[in-house]
């Protein structure tokens, strides 16, 4: 090809690199809110079975979402109060909040307790529709107890209303009754250890995800908080909410992209420039890195709709491996010298660059068929951005470096090259490099034995301690919190959910009496199935017989006539319906437990209180029908622990995969080439065996990976190495030198705040250092000496 | 229940005006001398729906720390244990059965009342403002509800005595009076088998 052939398809692939920025800039900044996804339930795999099960945990992690719960807390109870009072004040006055909750709004008991009026025949308590039953059930002493109950009477339902106190007493079941929060001095209190504790609630303007949101309603808390504390010194916040855990995590990746970025950014170009000893060359790699990195952004975008955080910290460290391909490029540039021709350059390097990539390739796209959202992203990310790094070696670099370098490499780098060179490989010749493989593997035997495994979900989810502790004291304090154990009840119809829902609660009841449970919060006993509430009313109905002049009981007790004969007249009632329910303003706080029609029918979520057992918990589902206990970390450390073990299995299949790769390029020599990735994978495998670090799906992921980077690394020298006769260990200081500039980014992930991350950094740093060390040991004695 | 008031006025004495607080602590010391005492007592109650008053007659228990029973006699025979937030009715047999435990919300003054006269008078006195009449041989105090939201239900509580406490007196804003005089109060003495269980003394 001339160079008018060459600088068209330059341009046509600086046309397509600036579509993808053009791509990636539109969907980053031109379509809303930044689809930087910060929460880390979206991280999470699928792993129920039930479609509904899924959609519940998202909406018990988002009923408490939207909003931030704070308490204030002092021992001096007035000191307290006014405080959380100054707080909404000011938290009202920034206007960041779509509403503040301090002070109650002013209301009347008889408000919540008429709604309830029509339907009071058919809401019995658990005792009352027991006690009915009975033969000898006496209703005139039942109103006779009412009537003459100690102190006082006439609160909660009044005795015109309901003489025989059986609506009270369903009332007294309410969930909202059992809150340990009260109304005092118009807020809502809770008293616990000589400290008086006060809830003020602010409502976001929006998502908790949603950047401007988060930001701006921080800022306005702290702003408030600043100025609370200064007025009443020593009171104390405890804050819950989405927001403060998205906010931690969007600080923890910003630092960590910052960190790896820009470190390895920097560290890769210092050697650059060392090793090349100009500046063009630098130039050259980082314009391919940036325009492969630019269109994994772009696609990955195009694909996911938004990406997570946790692939923009790995895309960071992406930089150190595609810099690789160009690297290649220019090392064959820099050995070529005068008689540099960019075409035949990028023949020379194309059959390695190809292979590179395709082990590349195989390792992400394994990475790729795990279940979880996060590494499928990354895994897209990381085969968009190697590919088209590749390709500009082939069709943008001839064109930018088509002038013959005019400065060798740093020879300080070939010369170190080449003296390892040449000790790895006469160790690794015949005998003595048989013996020294075997003793390699007895010292790393030991440190197999020790391996152990980890299968956390912090792994993927860390909080930070301050927060998570926060939110257990207010859960602790208030009720209000995130659960990630509950019970799911599904159902065709409103009804057969419903009573399905109760069929759970018997047995949560029992469970109650045995006090292996502290209680639930759930739908059914706020709306009892239709079937309960026609019980209900047939079990009062011999009453309200005519024969059974329930009249004169009342009117024998004392109640006026026209009392009685009005509270006869409300019978039978209606029976309450869920849609009843969910127009009640009391209904409020609980309606996010029913979940409404969708394709698969209706679902409601139980919660249960005080116990943390999933066996026990579980227990309570046995034999009924489609009730499930829902236990969503559970569930994620049982598919982390599965695909550990599968990914095993993968490595094993990738190590046949790539073995067959070369079998095919090298013939026998291949099972010298496969040494230094085996050896690289053994080895780290053993220190962490040594180190008793328990092995992760993460390690594994990232042993893939070594795989597919230390493969490259043999297939680079034994590729180079006839171009470079001339010149002996520049082939190996190319190997090197991609080594180094994957370890400077690769290695800085182990700084990542993300255990994940974290342990695919150490992994790789590891793995990746033995295997560019023994890399030199692929190449047979001909080879080396030729 | 002279302990329980005791324990009550010693709380109310810190924000009272200097000669109340004197009042009050002459009574405490009056009063705070027995730990276990049983007295009879009448209730009366008028409400707007009733013809004519309730009244019922029985016994009370009431032991410092624990709580009290509620011995019914007339015009029905039952006993209820309110110790803290707890309701429990103690059957024939002498076993409990728990009708309110720890709920709040529509419930809330009437446990509010329980826990005062049960010895927990702290959440009671933050809720409550208190005027005292009267002098040592005769004396009144009448609580009246600090929050708006109280006090369209509840009017007022009086409690009266001399060296004993006389009578409770809860208005309620619906025109309900239920009026508790006591008599014969004494030592408890020794307390039987059930009472201490629903007690929940050892």
Same mark, same amino acid.
């Given at each position: ?15 397509f ?10 969907q ?30 998202e909406?018990l ?33 920034t ?18 307790i008429?709604p ?13 529709r027991?006690n ?6 006496n ?17 909660g339902?009044?005795v ?5 106190g ?5 009332m ?13 001095d118009?807020?809502?209190t809770a ?40 007025d ?8 819950t ?21 820009l ?5 890769i170009a ?13 130039l050259?790699?980082?314009l ?11 696609v990955?975008l ?5 990406i ?5 910290v ?11 391909y160009s ?7 820099a ?8 075409q035949r ?5 194309r059959?390695?660059l190809l292979l ?22 990354m ?12 390709l500009s070696?082939?069709w943008?670099?001839?064109?930018l470096a ?14 170190i ?6 000790r ?24 197999w ?13 860390t909080?930070p301690?301050a ?28 009804e ?8 759970l609660e018997?047995r949560?009841?029992?469970?109650v ?9 759930g ?12 019980d209900n ?9 005519p ?24 019978w ?18 609980f ?16 919660l249960?209180?005080?116990q ?7 227990s ?18 049982a598919?982390f622990g599965r ?13 046949l995969?790539?073995g067959?790769?070369?079998?095919w ?34 390690h594994?992921m ?22 470079t ?6 082939s190996?200081?190319s ?15 182990g700084?990542s705040?993300?255990?994940?991350l ?11 250092g033995?295997?560019?060390l023994f ?8 080879e080396?000496?030729s | ?9 010693c709380l ?10 004197d ?8 009063l ?18 009733l ?6 007659k ?5 032991v410092?720390?624990?709580g009290?029973?509620w011995?019914?006699?007339q ?14 009715r103690i059957?024939?047999?002498?076993q ?13 003054v009437?446990q509010?009342?329980?826990s005062?006269?049960s010895?927990?008078p702290?959440?009671a ?12 041989a005769?004396?009144?105090l009448?609580?009246t509800?600090?929050? %708006?939201?109280?006090?369209?239900v509840?009017?007022a509580? %009086? ?5 004993f ?15 508790i ?9 020794a307390?039987?088998?059930? %009472? ?7």
């Amino acid at each position: 090809m001339n160079t008018r052939g060459l600088t068209l398809r330059a341009l046509l692939f600086a046309g397509f690199a600036l579509g993808m920025v053009l791509l990636g800039a539109w969907q980053l900044f031109g379509r809303g809110p930044l689809p930087i996804q910060t929460d880390l339930l979206a991280m999470l795999p699928v792993t129920e079975r039930h479609p509904l099960a899924e959609a519940a945990v998202e909406r018990l992690a988002h009923a408490n979402g939207d909003r931030m719960v704070l308490v204030v807390v002092d021992a001096d109870d007035a000191k307290a109060k006014d405080a959380a009072r100054a707080l909404g004040k000011a938290l009202t006055a920034t206007n960041a909040f779509s509403s503040v909750i301090a002070e109650l709004p002013d209301f009347d008991l008889n408000q919540f307790i008429a709604p309830y009026l029509p339907y009071r025949f058919s809401l019995l308590s658990d005792a009352d529709r027991a006690n009915l039953a009975h033969p000898q059930y006496n209703a005139s002493q039942t109103l006779a107890r009412r009537l003459n109950e100690p102190f006082l009477a006439g609160v909660g339902t009044r005795v015109q209303d309901d003489p025989f106190g059986w609506l009270q007493r369903w009332m007294d079941q309410q969930p909202w009754s059992r809150s340990p929060l009260v109304p005092e001095d118009d807020l809502l209190t809770a008293h616990r250890d000589d400290l008086t504790y006060v809830m003020v609630i602010a409502n976001l303007r929006g998502s908790s995800y949603d950047d401007g949101v988060q930001r701006v309603a921080l800022e306005a808390l702290d702003r408030a908080w600043h100025g609370v504390e200064r007025d009443y010194q020593g009171v104390q916040l405890l804050r819950t909410g989405a927001v403060f855990y998205a906010a931690a995590a969007r600080a923890g990746a910003e630092r960590d992209v910052h960190v790896v970025g820009l470190a390895s950014t920097l560290g890769i170009a210092l050697l650059l420039l060392w090793t090349f000893r100009s500046p063009r060359p630098l130039l050259v790699a980082f314009l391919s890195t940036a325009i492969g990195v630019v269109s994994a952004l772009a696609v990955t975008l195009l694909v996911f709709g938004q990406i997570h955080l946790l692939t923009l910290v790995f895309g960071a460290a992406l930089l150190g491996e595609a810099v690789d391909y160009s690297i290649q490029y220019l090392c064959a540039r820099a050995y070529a010298g005068t008689g540099w021709q960019p075409q035949r350059g990028a023949r020379q390097v194309r059959p390695a660059l190809l292979l590179a990539l395709g082990t590349s390739l195989l390792g992400y796209a394994l990475l790729g068929l795990v279940p979880f959202p996060a590494l499928r992203q990354m895994a897209c990310f990381a085969m968009v951005g190697m590919t088209v790094a590749c390709l500009s070696v082939f069709w943008l670099l001839p064109a930018l470096a088509a002038s013959p370098s005019t400065r060798a490499l740093t020879p300080a780098l070939i010369t170190i090259s080449w003296a390892w060179q040449r000790r790895v490989a006469r160790l690794a010749q015949g005998r003595t490099g048989a013996a020294l493989f075997v003793l390699v593997i007895a010292l790393a035997i030991p440190g197999w034995l020790r391996l152990g495994h980890d299968d956390d979900i912090r792994l993927l989810v860390t909080p930070p301690a301050a927060l998570t502790q926060q939110e257990a004291r207010i859960r602790d304090i208030t009720g209000i919190g995130n659960v990630s154990q509950f019970y799911l009840v599904t159902g065709d119809t409103p009804e057969q959910t419903l009573q399905r829902e109760e069929a759970l609660e018997q047995r949560l009841q029992a469970l109650v009496a045995q006090q292996q449970l502290d209680g639930w919060t759930g739908v059914a006993s706020m709306v009892p199935s239709a079937e309960r509430q026609h019980d209900n009313q047939s079990a009062l109905a011999p009453l309200f017989a005519p024969g059974a002049a329930l009249d004169a009981t009342l009117q024998q007790a004392g109640i006026k006539a026209s009392i009685a004969e009005a509270y006869l007249a409300g019978w039978p009632g209606r029976v309450l319906k869920i849609d009843d329910w969910l127009s009640m303003p009391l209904s409020l706080p609980f309606r996010y437990l029913w979940m409404s029609q969708s394709e698969h029918g209706y679902a409601s979520i139980v919660l249960p209180q005080g116990q943390n057992d999933a066996d026990i918990l579980r227990s309570a589902t046995n034999g009924l029908q489609d009730t499930h206990l829902v236990d969503k970390p559970a569930s994620v450390s049982a598919l982390f622990g599965r695909y550990r073990e599968y990914a095993s299995l993968w490595l094993l299949a990738a190590l046949l995969l790539v073995g067959a790769v070369f079998a095919w390029r090298y013939g026998r020599s291949a099972v010298r080439v496969m040494v230094p990735p085996l050896l690289g994978i053994g080895l780290t495998m053993a220190t962490f065996g040594y180190l008793g670090e328990p092995l992760t799906l993460f390690h594994w992921m990232a042993l893939m990976l070594v795989l597919g980077v230390g493969a490259n690394y043999a297939v680079f020298l034994r590729e180079g190495e006839p171009h470079t006769a001339h010149l002996p260990g520049a082939s190996y200081a190319s190997v090197l030198l991609s080594a180094v500039t994957a370890l400077l980014s690769f290695g800085l992930l182990g700084l990542s705040t993300m255990p994940a991350l974290q342990h695919v950094g150490i992994t790789l740093l590891l793995g990746i250092g033995i295997t560019a060390l023994f890399a030199p040991a692929s190449l047979s004695a001909s080879e080396t000496y030729s | 229940m002279r302990a329980l008031i005791a324990a009550l006025l010693c709380l109310l004495a810190g924000s009272l005006h200097a000669q109340d607080a004197d009042l009050l602590k002459h009574v405490l010391d009056e009063l705070a001398t027995h730990a276990r005492v049983r007295a009879d007592f009448v209730q009366s109650r008028e409400n707007p729906a009733l013809v004519q008053p309730q009244v019922s007659k029985g016994q009370l228990v009431f032991v410092t720390g624990h709580g009290m029973l509620w011995q019914v006699t007339q015009p029905y025979r039952e006993t209820l244990a309110l110790t803290g937030a707890r309701t429990a009715r103690i059957d024939e047999q002498g076993q409990l059965q728990v009708l309110r435990n720890g709920d709040r919300g529509v419930a809330q003054v009437t446990q509010m009342l329980q826990s005062m006269l049960s010895g927990q008078p702290d959440e009671a006195l933050r809720q409550f403002d208190v005027q005292t009449r009267g002098n040592a041989a005769h004396w009144t105090l009448r609580f009246t509800p600090r929050q %708006e939201r109280m006090s369209r239900v509840l009017r007022a509580i %009086e409690l009266s005595g001399d060296t004993f406490l006389q009578s409770i007196q809860v208005e309620m804003q619906s025109g309900e009076i239920t009026d508790i005089a006591f008599s014969g109060t004494r030592d408890a003495g020794a307390l039987s088998p059930i %009472e201490s269980r629903a007690l929940g003394m050892p």
